[in-house]
């Protein structure tokens, strides 16, 4: 029988719905249930592609005698992060505090006020490795509480108190100069790893908004260093295993520091973050495999994320079925010599195998070998390495796909569409940009209301019932910029002012202009979140710092400049100190350090090709954060377009920056030598 998560839209609820355990979603009425009980309330939080989630799920809760106990003595609450990251994000600074770590899938227990007193992660079903088993825990806490009340009750309310005391200190409200931009990057080139790319040890996640602001910065000052750290990290990141390189597309992280075995799971944002870097890194090089890795990401996203209304579902799963009914992870993705054997035969098999450094005795597990690309002096056949690929790639369909989550998470959405935008307009892709436009026209129709008020999720054309966080605010006003600079339809500009004015009267402290998570009228946790730290995805702090000041370039507000400069402060504190953890913020910086740089064109049509010729070139200006507004003379639809006339009747281009506007050109090269630092 199901129990009240059959009601949910999240995919991840959604699988929980046959357990045994009697799940609620997080809500009042839950914790009214326990307050009217008695009794503790357990919080299991993750998500559907973390396996460690679907382990405890089979082990524990679908295990009937361990959930009768539960269900007697706790009310099951089960949230998935991805559709509440405030409530994740609360009860995760509270685990970390208290053990030092944290992850998922995420167990707290909590009173029936909400406040938490016992912490942990996964718990196996039976003791191991020095861990409890579940049910130990749950028959500890239930003592305690039935026991000790006054002594949990205690905990709970110095753990809540502590938290409330962790405010960090964010420095001033004064932006980043030269100097501290200069420090966060000999405090990356310190920490960054020469031999194999990319920052730190093992595990190593794909650093895609640090290689933004290395660019950023790159193009700025001219910096070698910073353009050497970015172009080496995309290139071991695009020859390594934590790339798919039969169908485009990274995976979450790398288990190792050389980028070989993945986590395989493939996120919505990595892929976006990632395929805007490396259109960007071709915009800056030229480099052929930059161009081949965005557009292949692209593709992927595309292909086998896109919903059917338009929008694009948040991940893939790591596990999937390796044929013989088990759900093993990686199983889609990896092969043994016999495997290619079986699909190319021998002769190809052999080549196949030494292009993609697969061996004997593999690179996985099982003698199984995660395909790479292995520097090398021997030359392939373009031809034949398409062919293996396309043969490979047919094979692999036939196998049992990993699960698909369809949820539609609004700010990773905002994250694509400023992606597909950028990518397409760069390689003449419209097919790309179409799929921007109707992933941001659903986000219009069905995540935006009358009030311009954002809901985080939807699923199959269905909105979710939670609200926007800071994040879904700005990541979506992102999209909607790069959006508005590629096609020329002023309405984007537009949605994204209505979404920042949400960020300045909902999220923003009048008196600091620091940033919150969640807006002021939303519903009220143990302590009200605020990050500023970009960590798998921008921070909405960063993000709407970034989003702000291009929409102050676009219209000239200077509250928005005003707000983004006052937000930029914490990069200022925390550029020089934890760079990686900031890298969004820091390309933010880079692009008010530069302007940053308004571009206008103005041509008698769109369409006309020498209008085209020059808008691409506005486009791929690689001047940190610049922004462009392309019609024609009479628009209204872009405040850059204002009072700008053809001269001598031909398409024409204006470059202004810090209020001080240069000749107008109706040159490309002349554009181009006004937009690259």
Known sequence: ?????????????????????????????????????????????????????????HESFEDEATADYLNEHFVGVKVDREERPDVDAVYMEAVQAATGQGGWPMTVFLTP??????????????????????????????????????????????????????????GDSLAPGEQQLAQALLGLTREYDP??????????????????FLLRHHARTGADGA??????????????????????????????????????????????????VYTHLWRSTGSEQARRVALETADFMVRELRTAEGGFASALDADSDDGTGRHVEGAYYVWTPEQL??????????????YFGVTDEGTFEEGASVLQLPRQEAVFDAEKIASIKGRLLAVRAERPAPGRDDKVVAAWNGLAVAALAETGACFDRPDLVDAAVAAADLLVRLHLDDQARLSRTSKDGKVGANAGVLEDYADVAEGFLALAGVTGE?????????????????????????????????????????????????????????????????????????????????VKALGPRVPRFIGWGLAAAEALLDGPREVAVVGPALDDPATRELHRAALLATAPGAVVACGTPDSEEFPLLADRVLVGGAPTAYVCRGFVCDLPVTDVDALREKVTP
């Not at 045994?20 to 009794?39: I, K, L, M, N, T």
């Not at 031999?195 to 933004?212: C, H, L, N, T, Y």
């Not at 079986?342 to 002769?347: F, I, N, S, W």
């Open 1 to 57: 029988m199901a129990n009240r998560l059959a009601h949910e839209t999240s995919p991840y609820l959604l699988q929980h719905a046959d357990n045994p355990v009697d799940w609620w979603p997080w809500s009042a009425e839950a914790f009214e249930e326990a307050r009217r009980r008695g009794v503790p309330v357990l919080l299991s939080v993750g998500y559907s592609s973390c396996h460690w989630c679907h382990v405890m799920a």
């Open 113 to 170: 006020d909400a406040e938490p007193f016992y912490f942990g992660t996964y718990f196996p079903p039976v003791p191991r490795q020095g861990m409890p088993s579940f049910r130990q825990v749950l028959e500890g806490v239930r003592q305690a509480w039935g026991e000790r009340r006054d002594e949990v009750a205690e905990v709970a309310g110095k753990i809540v108190r502590d938290l409330a005391g962790r405010e960090i200190s964010y």
């Open 195 to 212: 031999q194999r790319g990319g920052f730190g040890g093992a595990p190593k996640f794909p650093p895609s908004m640090v290689i933004e």
């Open 227 to 276: 353009l050497q750290m970015a172009r080496d990290t995309c290139e071991r990141m695009a020859r390594g295993g934590i790339y798919d390189q039969l169908g485009g597309g990274f995976a979450r992280y790398s288990v190792d520091r050389d980028w070989v075995v993945p986590h395989f799971e493939k996120m919505l944002y990595d892929n976006a973050l990632l395929c805007r």
């Open 341 to 354: 054997t079986e699909a190319l035969g021998a002769e190809d098999a052999a080549v196949a195998a030494a």
């Open 490 to 570: 002023g309405v984007w500009l537009d949605f994204a002012g209505f979404l920042l004015d949400h960020v300045l009267a909902r999220f923003t402290d009048p008196e600091s202009g620091s940033l919150y998570d969640t807006a002021s009228d939303a519903e009220q946790l143990i302590r009200r979140p605020q990050d500023p730290t970009d960590n798998a995805v921008p921070s909405g702090w960063s993000a709407a710092a970034g989003a702000l000041l291009s929409y102050a370039a676009h219209t000239g507000s200077q509250a928005h400049r005003s707000a983004a400069e006052k937000a930029l402060g914490v």
